[in-house]
């Protein structure tokens, strides 16, 4: 199983998990635990929509909604979802007589009792709780998506208001020849360029534990805790699998635009002041010089010529895999500093078929 493969199942368990927990919170306030039956069927019930809104959410509106603006999102999102839960409700909980009582599934829809529970409120209790959760589910991933992974939460409890110093490993993305690109496309559709650039390789970036912190024009700026970065080499790892899935979708470039992204990309590692900024627009930001460090030595990449440069304070705490190796590139001083710093590339070795 790839990294990326796993990343995707660990997200459907997630929604499943959600699903269950929040189903059986609602038998145990409305139902008690005096009896089986109704757990066996919120607890069917729950993990039927979330097994269906996992495929909804992680297949069908991934692949869509970047096309789409958010009034259509929006609708498409609240029809589905009202029709999962009612026909998951109905459904489930006639087939749950059926099994129970053994009798058909037209003698369910004549019985006094089933006419009797679709017409009193708990159903339709049933069908807006479950439709609440979801909406409150699918809006705490679209808060995470706008202001980035992690910041929702640390904006609810308050933890950078105050700032703090952390380490952490940032590793810079740009693309290759951004000037040439714009010239032969222009600006709205090198913007279009630059949406497919990033969505194709987001899911690498973060199945790899790392976390996008910005976008500047051509450039991504992705962070990572030094556990998260160096640990099997996740910073590096991500470097690749994102030029691998860029290389993936090459023949859909050249037929939307006639030009391939090259990347990019320097990975260093030191203190940084973290903590919230403004007032009437509120941002959790990092500063330090360890991002003017790191831009540096993305500019020795093109001097270089050279796909990825890491520093060598990267170099002395990682285990690289056995498939990369590196190169030393030799020393360079960073404007406007004094100390001098040890650069280094890495290339995957190259595979022997016998």
């Known amino acids: ?9 660990k997200s459907y368990w997630l929604f499943i998990g959600f699903a269950f927990f929040f189903s059986t919170l609602y038998t145990s306030i409305v139902d008690g635990f005096d009896e089986l039956f109704p757990f066996i069927n919120t607890t069917m019930i729950g993990l039927i929509i979330g097994a269906v809104t996992a495929v909804f959410e992680l297949e069908f509106m991934r692949q ?7 009034i259509q999102i929006l609708i498409i999102r609240s029809v589905f979802y009202i029709l999962l839960v009612t ?10 007589r059926i099994v129970r009582y053994g009798i058909s599934f037209r003698e369910v829809l004549k019985s006094a009792e089933f006419t009797n529970y679709l017409r009193n409120e708990d159903f339709l209790y049933g069908i807006v709780y479950a439709f609440c959760i979801i909406i409150l ?7 995470v998506k706008k202001l980035g992974q992690g910041v929702f939460i640390n904006f609810i409890t308050g933890r950078y208001v105050t700032p703090v110093i952390e380490n952490r490993i940032l590793m810079f993305i740009n693309i290759q020849d951004t000037d040439n690109i714009i010239k032969k496309l222009g600006r709205l559709r090198f913007h279009s360029f630059l949406k497919e650039f990033v969505a194709d390789i987001t899911e690498s970036i973060i199945s790899y534990k790392g976390k996008i912190y910005e976008y500047v ?12 970065g160096l640990n099997r080499a996740n ?10 899935r860029l290389r993936e979708q090459k023949e859909k470039y050249f037929r939307n635009f006639g030009i391939f992204p090259k990347i990019n990309v320097a990975i260093n590692r030191g203190n940084l002041v973290h903590g919230e900024l403004g007032y009437v627009k509120s941002n959790i930001v990092f500063s330090g010089d360890v991002m003017n460090t790191t831009s540096r030595v993305l500019d020795e990449c093109n001097l270089q ?15 690289l895999p056995i498939i990369y190796e590196t190169h030393y590139c030799g020393v360079f001083t960073p404007r406007g500093k004094y100390e001098k710093m040890e650069i280094y590339s890495v290339i995957e070795k190259e595979t022997e078929y016998v």
Do not use: G
């Open 137 to 143: 589910f699918n809006f705490s991933r679209q808060m």
């Open 87 to 96: 026909m998951v409700i109905f459904f489930e909980l006639a087939i749950a």
């Open 305 to 319: 010529q050279k796909d990825i440069l890491i520093t060598r304070d990267i170099i002395k705490d990682i285990e």
């Open 64 to 70: 869509i909604q970047r096309r789409l603006k958010f």
């Open 217 to 228: 024009d051509d450039q991504i700026i992705v962070i990572w805790k030094p556990d998260d």
């Open 235 to 244: 910073c590096i790892r991500a470097f690749f699998e994102a030029k691998d």
């Open 1 to 9: 199983m790839s990294h990326i493969q796993a990343y995707r199942r």
